[in-house]
């Protein structure tokens, strides 16, 4: 009897053994990760319609995910693209100094996956600050922090911006979408053309995009799009 259940546990091993032999190889599957660029921004920087002013001190500032290579591309008016930065291995957040490169034209960002796989950026029209007085600047928020409500504003900006003490703000998500928007009081003498400090808060809704701006204007009374100026701060929202 003893033998018998000695040779059953034998052939049940070797009917357990062809049986893991023909099962069909289970094969590991790995999700893609495609590169992303969540955010493109020059900082420090104001806006002049839809360019962006840079100074020597401003730097490309990228968000980027699942990239093992990115560069940063430019055009000018009369110029084929150039890569004026190529950067391998970043972190998430790579800053790229403008320098004294004074550039016309565009600029943009390409990144490349660990695949070969590559995506672009939007482009941004950009042009160099020849007048380096400043005629905003801000204090809070710091430039690519995240924000959340409300909003603490402070700085300081030229008298000309305000209009009876009152100056525009505006925060936007990534794809030029209002936010909130709210008056900033002057804290001293406005009707001048030194600065005049202004603090103030904006209370915001959740927003659904990552990134967006914080827009300050003047306060331009006649409307007329010849004498409106804006300085923009690129803000993170999560």
């Known amino acids: 009897m003893k033998g018998k259940l000695f040779f059953g546990f034998w052939i049940l091993l070797a009917i357990i053994a062809l049986a893991l032999k023909f ?7 790995y999700q893609k990760q495609e590169p992303i660029v969540e955010e493109i921004s020059i900082v420090p920087s104001r806006m002049d319609g839809k360019t962006v002013v840079h100074g020597s001190d401003s730097s490309v500032v990228l968000h980027t995910k699942n990239v093992v290579k990115e560069e940063i591309l430019y055009q000018g008016a009369d110029a084929d693209a150039d890569t004026i930065f190529r950067k391998e291995l970043p972190n998430n957040e790579e800053r790229f100094l403008l320098g004294e490169l004074r550039l016309e034209g565009e600029v943009w960002a390409r990144v490349y996956g ?3 796989t590559s995506v672009e950026s939007r482009h941004i029209p950009i042009t160099y600050e020849r007048q380096q007085v400043p005629e905003v600047v801000i204090e809070s928020p710091v430039a690519n922090s995240i924000i959340s409500t409300p909003l603490v504003l402070k700085g300081k900006a030229r008298g000309t911006w305000f209009f009876e003490a009152n100056m525009p703000v505006s925060i936007f998500d990534e794809n030029n979408k209002l936010i909130a928007k709210g008056p900033l009081q002057a804290k001293g003498e406005w009707m001048t053309e030194d600065f005049v400090e202004f603090e103030g808060k ?5 927003p659904t995009a990552n990134t967006g701006y ?15 100026k804006s300085f923009a701060v690129p803000v993170r929202f999560r």
């Open 202 to 206: 904006l209370s915001f809704g959740a």
């Open 214 to 228: 914080v827009l300050f204007e003047n306060d331009n009374p006649s409307g007329l799009p010849e004498y409106a």
């Open 114 to 116: 660990a695949d070969g």
């Open 23 to 29: 099962l069909p190889e289970r094969k590991q599957v």
